[in-house]
């Protein structure tokens, strides 16, 4: 049979089903309720978190609205089409449903290594799934005349039912359980009287104290930060929880955005407001003693300046309290609404660095503290952007003895940079740390802990048209990543962006090792990552409990303690 005959019968049969100049169409939302029906099925399949009902709801309606004008704008396309012909409309269908199909098979041969052919295959396959909507949409229309409409309803019904039932059963196969904490570290009694002292307003004197209370502006810091001085535990809690005599009691320095005079929040004046944060912070260590402990913890704060309280508190406490922690307000926002001051906050935090680095430098060498330096999240991001592209020789030349970062943010690439170095470690959770320890463990420069689950550490905007590396064909996963979980186009970027947004949330007093919650964990990286090596998996157990029960503490007492503009 010859290329023409076979066009000729196509043609026929095209005429057989819709009818050549035929006006029947599918109705004009068949196509996008089709493809929002699939999109939004296919969110309740496995994602990195169990979906609660209120974020499952969130999944839904912004798939199937995405869905629906993606598919709603390729009938547009062909109706514009159709306004030259009804077979013109027909005809443009077939182009993009061709088309499409052409694009998919493109990435299946050659998009495993290029982002950009896997973009144009997600297109594609989409394009194709409405264009062939509208299509048997059509010849139900036609060989229906009479019931066409509510018959072209079975489309969506039929299509969003399958994928339904497919993530209805993925989901049952990977059980909450698969996604929930197993953490196998040690243990102590819930009713162990750690942290017990009462919570009571405090002054200037009493957050930094050694700093001149003048200089203090309480009223101007932000909520995170009154928080940060406000837990820091005390020699005496230090004693009682590690079961030896602290050396000190611990010193912790704060510097808010606010504080600086209000001209140099304008964008012009911004090399002045990093260099006024930088030394405000150095003025304040200087005053309080800092330079004279034996650590100090510079700790990059997340977009709203928060710091993980279970992380300074654990430095603190098995350095016995003899250690100064300083940290500046990064910003006033969520990080996705501060990433264009992301700039300014690795700025401010190079800076400090190079500062602190100065001023050890002029010390006698047995006097010298040694400097670490921690970062979760946006924190994590801005600290090591300033060592970006030069490696992990540039920390140890910045005079860091050892630095921690806790779920590094996909778009920071020094994790990245630094993987096949030697003096960088790579764990995936508490349990790994332990393993690692031990009289054999190696004294790494750069430690990452990063959950393989991680949405925050694993979000990337190309996830909505290209299959994610943690998502690979070959289905190996990484940890509490369900090896039932599909990738869909368009669905699993989504569902990760909801994921990372419910990654924010945590409730006081549960930790959990999932997700972007790392507060079981800290202690128990830090503890090899900052070199103590006399400290015990029962004290890193009670430091932890520590910090469970002084986070429960500040959650019911904050509305009480904190200033009326703070709250």
Same mark, same amino acid.
């Given at each position: 049979?010859?290329?023409? %005959?076979?066009?000729?019968?196509?043609?026929?049969?095209?005429?057989?089903? &819709?009818?050549?100049? %035929?006006?029947? /169409?599918?109705?004009?939302?068949?196509?996008?309720?089709?493809?929002?029906?699939?999109?939004?099925?296919?969110?309740?399949?496995?994602?990195?978190?169990?979906?609660?009902?209120?974020?499952?709801?969130?999944?839904?309606?912004?798939?199937?609205?995405?869905?629906?004008?993606? !598919?709603?704008?390729?009938?547009?396309?062909?109706?514009?089409?159709?306004?030259?012909?009804?077979?013109?409309?027909? @005809?443009?269908?077939?182009?993009?449903?061709?088309?499409?199909?052409?694009?998919?098979?493109?990435?299946?041969?050659?998009?495993?290594?290029?982002?950009?052919?896997?973009?144009?295959?997600?297109?594609?396959?989409?394009?194709?799934?409405?264009?062939?909507?509208?299509?048997?949409?059509?010849?139900?229309?036609? $060989?229906?005349?009479?019931?066409?409409?509510?018959?072209?309803?079975?489309?969506?019904?039929?299509?969003? !039912?399958?994928?339904?039932?497919?993530?209805?059963?993925?989901?049952?196969?990977?059980?909450?359980?698969?996604?929930?904490?197993?953490?196998?570290?040690?243990?102590?009694?819930?009713?162990?009287?750690?942290?017990?002292?009462?919570?009571?307003?405090?002054?200037?004197?009493?957050?930094?104290?050694?700093?001149?209370?003048?200089?203090?502006?309480?009223?101007?810091?932000?909520?995170?930060?009154?928080?940060?001085?406000? =837990?820091?535990?005390?020699?005496?809690? &230090?004693?009682?929880?590690?079961?030896?005599?602290?050396?000190?009691?611990?010193?912790?320095?704060?510097? @808010?955005?606010?504080?600086?005079?209000?001209?140099?929040?304008?964008?012009?004046?911004?090399?002045?407001? &990093?260099?006024?944060?930088?030394?405000?912070?150095? =003025?304040?260590?200087?005053? %309080?003693?800092?330079?004279?402990?034996?650590?100090? +913890?510079?700790?990059?704060?997340?977009?709203?300046?928060?710091?993980?309280?279970?992380?300074?508190?654990?430095?603190?406490?098995? %350095?016995?309290?003899?250690?100064?922690?300083?940290?500046?307000?990064?910003?006033? $926002? #969520?990080?996705?609404?501060?990433?264009?001051?992301?700039?300014?906050?690795?700025?401010?935090?190079? +800076?400090?660095?190079?500062?602190?680095?100065?001023?050890?430098?002029?010390?006698? =060498?047995?006097?010298?503290? $040694?400097?670490?330096?921690?970062?979760?999240?946006?924190?994590?991001?801005?600290?090591?952007?300033?060592? /970006? !592209?030069?490696?992990?020789?540039?920390?140890?030349?910045?005079?860091?003895?050892?630095?921690?970062?806790?779920?590094?943010? #996909?778009?920071?690439?020094?994790?990245?940079?630094?993987?096949?170095?030697?003096?960088?470690?790579?764990?995936?959770?508490?349990?790994?740390?332990? =393993?690692?320890?031990?009289?054999?463990?190696?004294?790494?420069?750069?430690?990452?802990?990063?959950?393989?689950?991680?949405?925050?550490?694993?979000?990337?905007?190309?996830?909505?048209?290209?299959?994610?590396?943690?998502?690979?064909?070959?289905?190996?996963?990484?940890?509490?990543?369900?090896?039932?979980? $599909?990738?869909?186009?368009?669905?699993?970027? +989504?569902?990760?962006?909801?994921?990372?947004?419910?990654?924010?949330?945590?409730?006081?007093?549960? +930790?959990?090792?999932?997700?972007?919650?790392?507060?079981?964990?800290?202690?128990?990286?830090?503890?090899?990552?900052?070199?103590?090596?006399?400290?015990?998996?029962?004290?890193?157990?009670? &430091?932890?409990?520590?910090?469970?029960?002084?986070?429960?503490?500040?959650?019911?007492? /904050?509305?009480?303690?904190?200033?009326?503009?703070? /709250?």
């Amino acid at each position: 049979m010859t290329i023409a %005959s076979l066009a000729s019968s196509a043609a026929q049969t095209t005429r057989t089903l &819709i009818g050549s100049g %035929s006006s029947a /169409k599918a109705a004009f939302w068949i196509p996008g309720l089709t493809i929002g029906a699939v999109a939004a099925a296919a969110t309740v399949g496995p994602s990195l978190f169990p979906h609660d009902p209120k974020f499952q709801a969130a999944a839904i309606g912004g798939a199937g609205l995405v869905g629906f004008a993606v !598919g709603s704008s390729i009938e547009g396309i062909a109706r514009g089409a159709g306004r030259i012909s009804p077979g013109a409309r027909m @005809g443009a269908l077939g182009v993009l449903a061709g088309a499409g199909l052409v694009a998919w098979g493109a990435t299946r041969m050659f998009g495993d290594k290029n982002s950009n052919i896997q973009g144009l295959g997600t297109a594609g396959v989409v394009t194709a799934a409405a264009a062939g909507a509208s299509i048997a949409a059509t010849i139900i229309a036609r $060989k229906m005349p009479a019931h066409g409409t509510l018959a072209q309803l079975a489309l969506p019904l039929i299509a969003g !039912g399958g994928v339904l039932g497919m993530a209805i059963h993925d989901r049952a196969k990977t059980g909450d359980d698969y996604l929930l904490p197993d953490v196998k570290l040690p243990e102590v009694d819930k009713g162990t009287p750690l942290a017990t002292r009462e919570l009571s307003k405090f002054t200037a004197a009493q957050a930094m104290p050694g700093v001149d209370a003048s200089t203090v502006q309480l009223d101007k810091l932000p909520p995170n930060g009154l928080r940060f001085m406000l =837990e820091r535990p005390t020699a005496d809690e &230090i004693t009682e929880t590690m079961g030896t005599p602290a050396k000190a009691e611990p010193l912790r320095l704060y510097v @808010g955005l606010d504080e600086a005079p209000a001209e140099l929040a304008l964008p012009e004046n911004e090399p002045k407001l &990093i260099d006024w944060m930088t030394d405000r912070a150095m =003025e304040r260590m200087e005053a %309080s003693g800092a330079f004279d402990r034996s650590r100090i +913890l510079v700790a990059a704060t997340t977009s709203t300046g928060f710091i993980d309280p279970l992380a300074p508190v654990s430095n603190e406490m098995m %350095s016995l309290g003899d250690v100064a922690t300083v940290g500046m307000q990064a910003g006033h $926002k #969520k990080a996705a609404f501060e990433l264009d001051n992301l700039d300014r906050a690795t700025a401010m935090h190079e +800076l400090l660095l190079t500062k602190i680095h100065d001023r050890i430098a002029g010390m006698p =060498e047995g006097e010298r503290p $040694k400097v670490d330096v921690y970062g979760e999240s946006f924190g994590a991001w801005t600290s090591q952007d300033a060592f /970006k !592209g030069k490696g992990v020789d540039a920390m140890t030349a910045a005079g860091i003895d050892h630095a921690m970062y806790v779920g590094t943010p #996909k778009d920071s690439t020094f994790r990245q940079e630094v993987g096949s170095d030697p003096r960088a470690l790579h764990v995936r959770s508490g349990v790994q740390a332990q =393993e690692l320890g031990g009289p054999e463990a190696t004294d790494p420069t750069v430690t990452f802990l990063t959950h393989d689950a991680d949405p925050v550490a694993n979000f990337d905007v190309a996830d909505l048209w290209r299959r994610p590396d943690w998502l690979p064909t070959d289905g190996e996963r990484g940890e509490k990543i369900s090896p039932h979980q $599909k990738w869909w186009p368009g669905v699993t970027g +989504l569902q990760l962006g909801i994921d990372q947004w419910r990654a924010q949330f945590f409730t006081p007093g549960v +930790l959990e090792a999932i997700g972007h919650d790392y507060r079981p964990e800290v202690g128990f990286v830090m503890r090899d990552a900052y070199g103590y090596d006399n400290v015990t998996d029962q004290q890193v157990a009670r &430091i932890r409990e520590y910090g469970r029960q002084a986070e429960v503490r500040w959650t019911d007492a /904050k509305d009480k303690l904190l200033p009326p503009v703070a /709250k």
